[in-house]
Nanobody
Framework: QVQLVESGGGLVQAGGSLRLSCTAS????????MAWFRQTPGKEREFVAG????????YYVDSVKGRFTISRDNAKNTVYLEMNSLKPEDTAVYYC????????????????WGQGTQVTVSS
């Protein structure tokens, strides 16, 4: 079992940047595909980015391609989401998630979740 804790959220102006961190404990993240999702009130959790360690492949939702970058530091057991050129529509609670095997874009495939961190982008 793995426990995930996100940090790094906050309030930023449009065009600004934030870096989210997701630190795991209990097991090494190299055993897992790691992903970031986001959710706004009344909407389903949306896939944002993911990384499959075994294939070293990354995946992004179209709306963040070229602006967000997912990376991991296995030595620190941490996954990051670098977010640049932020837009008001990026405002959401961002969640880190983990599952065995490959990245999936559907939230229900993930067994482990962090508590979420709020990102607010002002216009």
């Amino acid at each position: 079992q793995v426990q995930l804790v996100e940090s790094g959220g906050g309030l930023v102006q449009a065009g600004g940047s934030l870096r989210l961190s997701c630190t795991a404990s209990g097991r090494t993240i190299s055993d897992y595909a790691m992903a970031w999702f986001r959710q706004t009130p009344g909407k389903e959790r949306e896939f944002v980015a993911g990384h499959t360690w075994t294939a070293d492949k990354t995946y992004y939702v179209d709306s963040v391609k070229g602006r967000f970058t997912i990376s991991r530091d296995n030595a620190k057991n941490t996954v990051y989401l670098e977010m640049n050129s932020l837009k008001p529509e990026d405002t959401a609670v961002y969640y880190c998630a983990a599952r065995f095997s490959v990245v999936e874009t559907t939230a229900s495939y993930y067994l482990y979740w962090g508590q979420g961190t709020q990102v607010t982008v002002s216009s």
